[in-house]
């Protein structure tokens, strides 16, 4: 069996699987989570303990068994404890402000940049240069903020931009003829 597939998922005080063929929604305190599993894998619950079992071993189904305990499991939490992903705004100038639940960058284009966040997730700007992820669903709080991310990348020369927090960043030499005072 799949060393994580077949560990079994169990559910924080509040929270509520319900099971209806292979739809599984799981609710909690921070909100409610839906989503439609493979028929291939079966799902138990024992009061407050999932078990996922597999129909079959062939190569497919196993890979699925994983990986579907992991969706269920991260469920789970985000219901009761939710997710959250912190990015940093690096560069002279480079700023962000709350607007009721949006958030405005001003990161050295012409105009300023308004991000609205997606549903289930909610944006929050600590300081001038701080923004907080939060929310119950994982896969959407890593989206929106790859996202926020892309919109400027850190650059590799100088470093500014916007990164994760406590992502590190490599930064290139310059060009190598400046660094030693080249010819005239």
């Known amino acids: 069996m799949s060393r994580i597939g077949k560990m079994p998922i169990k559910l924080p005080s509040g929270v509520a699987i319900k099971i209806d063929g292979q739809d599984v929604t799981v609710s909690g305190p921070k909100g409610m989570l839906r989503r439609t599993l493979n028929p291939a894998i079966g799902i138990e619950v024992n009061g407050d303990v999932v078990q996922l079992t597999r129909q079959s071993d062939d190569r497919y189904t196993k890979a699925l068994h994983g990986l579907v305990r992991s969706l269920l499991a991260n469920m789970a939490e985000g219901v009761s404890h939710g997710f959250e992903k912190e990015l940093e705004i690096v560069g002279v ?40 992820v939060s929310g119950a669903d994982k896969e959407t709080v890593g989206q929106m903020a790859a996202n926020i991310r892309a919109i400027s990348p850190p650059d590799s020369y100088k470093g500014k931009g916007i990164r994760y927090a406590g992502e590190v960043i490599k930064l290139k030499a310059g060009k190598a003829g400046k660094a030693i005072g080249g010819k005239k």
């Not at 289930?120 to 700007?125: N, Q």
Request: no cysteine; hydrophobic share 40%; aromatic share 4%.
């Open 93 to 132: 100038g480079y700023r962000v402000e709350q607007s009721g639940e949006n958030i405005v960058l001003k990161i050295g284009f012409s105009h300023p940049v308004v991000v609205q966040p997606m549903g289930g997730v909610s944006l929050t700007a600590v300081g001038t240069n701080k923004i907080k």
